[in-house]
């Protein structure tokens, strides 16, 4: 099993700013097979990322992810008041698929 | 458009069964990867469970000889029978479909419906 461990566990970060957010993984994620999702309190994920770096339908382009192999980052460009929430890195090239523990990004 | 609604959520004894549904619109069931994957109260996410277009299924070990996930094409719903349930399958569950191509990339998530497990 792939394990994903996210860093940092909380993000605490004005409107405006830019977070950056990590994701590492035990062992090589195949084809980048590296997913994204954003929670909101009381709400499903909705998927950001997929691929490592294709962002999903809708999803505005302050939102970019890259990386390969083991290490996979996520950046919000000009944080909006709407992106403070939990983000989650996934694998889904292995089975089982295993999510990261999440980041919270949280208004300073 | 499609859309996820699920149900059946509760409170239920340690030991307990209960059948989740997922109504699924927009999309043919049996034509899709579906998942369920579960949110413990302040916690991650974690996959539970798959069934594929062919009908296979498969399992977390968590879960493996506990539940089993199944479909109905007349009804276009997904479900999920859970035996023997214990505290740790506390959680909010969510049936999500999968990519036609990446069958664990989740597009589409229901709103989740709630179980806890507690005497």
């Known amino acids: 099993e792939i394990v994903l461990t996210q860093s940092p566990g909380t993000l605490s970060l004005s409107p405006g700013e830019r977070a950056t957010l990590s994701c590492r993984a035990s062992q090589g994620v195949r084809s980048s097979f590296l997913a994204w999702y954003q929670q909101k309190p009381g709400q499903a994920p909705r998927l950001l990322i997929y691929?490592?770096?294709s962002r999903a339908t809708g999803v505005p382009d302050r939102f970019s992810g890259s990386g390969s192999g083991t290490d996979f980052t996520l950046t919000i460009n000009r944080l909006e008041p709407e992106d403070f929430a939990v983000y989650y890195c996934q694998q889904y090239a292995g089975s089982p698929t295993t999510f990261g523990q999440g980041t919270k990004v949280e208004i300073k | 458009e499609v859309q996820l609604v699920e149900s059946g959520g509760g409170l239920i004894q340690p030991g307990g069964s209960l059948r989740l549904s997922c109504a699924a619109s927009?999309?043919?069931?049996?034509?899709?990867?579906l998942s369920w994957v579960r949110q413990a109260p302040g916690k991650g996410l974690e996959w539970v469970s798959v069934i594929y277009r062919g009908g296979s299924t498969y399992y977390a070990d968590a879960v493996k000889g506990r539940f089993t996930i199944s479909r109905d094409s007349f009804e276009n719903t997904l479900y999920l029978q859970m035996n023997s349930l214990t505290v740790e399958d506390t959680a909010v569950y969510y049936c999500a479909r999968g990519h036609y191509f990446d069958w664990f990339l989740f597009n589409s998530w229901g709103q989740g419906t709630l179980v806890t497990v507690s005497s």
């Open positions: 691929g490592a770096s």
């Open positions: 927009g999309f043919t069931v049996s034509d899709n990867y």
